[in-house]
């Protein structure tokens, strides 16, 4: 692997550039080589992978995958970063150079990505967004199969959630709707600069066939988002605007072997998936 950057190399790249790094963009860059090693390693890159990587920053975890990756493709929304980018890994990896491609914009904006599309994803994902962009990446580019992210470790945690936890709750189902979800490890706030107040966790996601169709799960999703946004409230009840009315929830409910008197959070994907189908089924003359 190629030289890593540590305190020293951080602090020299960001008071060059006149960085101060500010919370509302996330921005807590990864200071330490080791943190790096083991992220990689845990994503299990393989060689002829196309790694997406959100939130490149200032290169930590790009000088990380290049060496291992076919190519990786680093997405910034912040247009000094983005543009310092292949000056800092022509400066610490110049035989990796090639295999970098950097887009400028919004995670969440991205709708398409350059070709071969993208196999795997890496990423210490900024703190404020970072299940919106885990799950848009999911929805968006199906090619990515393997995925490995750091994220605050609340965020881990309900991530991995399953049903019936005390944390299982919107993400939870979401990214299980896509993926097996696992934790793969803690990360202590020394690792990076600035250090933030919590722990960072490690998550793990291996694609596998969804419980439906992309109009399956819209339906499904809304019914997730309904039934947890009255979280104490029986599915028959959050439910009922999602329905149409409580009786309609009910009903369908029973259709699809759920107990109308249970709750959003002892549902799995695939249970919501059955729920959906029985929607479609209702609403089709």
Known sequence: M?????????????????LRPTKSKGQNFVIDPNTVRRIV?????????????VGPGLGSLTLGLL???????????????????????????PGEVSKLRVITGDALELTELP???????VANLPYNVAVPVLLTALERFPTISRVLVMVQLEVAERLC????SRVYGVPSVKAS??????????????VFWPAPRVDSGLVRLIRRLPPGDEALRICSFAAVDAAFAQRRKTLRT??????????????????AGIDPRARGETLAAGDFARLAGEKVRASKP
Do not use: C, F
């Open 115 to 121: 070709t071969p599309p993208p196999t795997s994803m």
């Open 67 to 93: 060496p291992v990756a076919a190519a990786v493709t680093a997405v910034e929304l912040d247009p000094m970063l983005a543009e310092a980018l292949p000056s800092t890994v022509q400066r610490y990896a």
């Open 2 to 18: 190629n030289e890593l950057l540590g305190p020293a190399q951080i602090r020299a790249l960001a008071d060059g550039m006149g």
């Open 41 to 53: 390693g845990k994503a299990e890159v393989r060689p002829d992978d196309h790694v997406l990587e």
């Open 238 to 255: 959050s439910l009922a605007g999602w329905a149409g009315s409580p009786a309609g929830a009910e009903e369908m409910l029973m259709a």
């Open 177 to 190: 709707w896509y993926a097996e979800v696992t934790a793969a490890g803690r990360v202590p706030p020394t």
């Open 161 to 164: 959630a399953a049903p019936g």
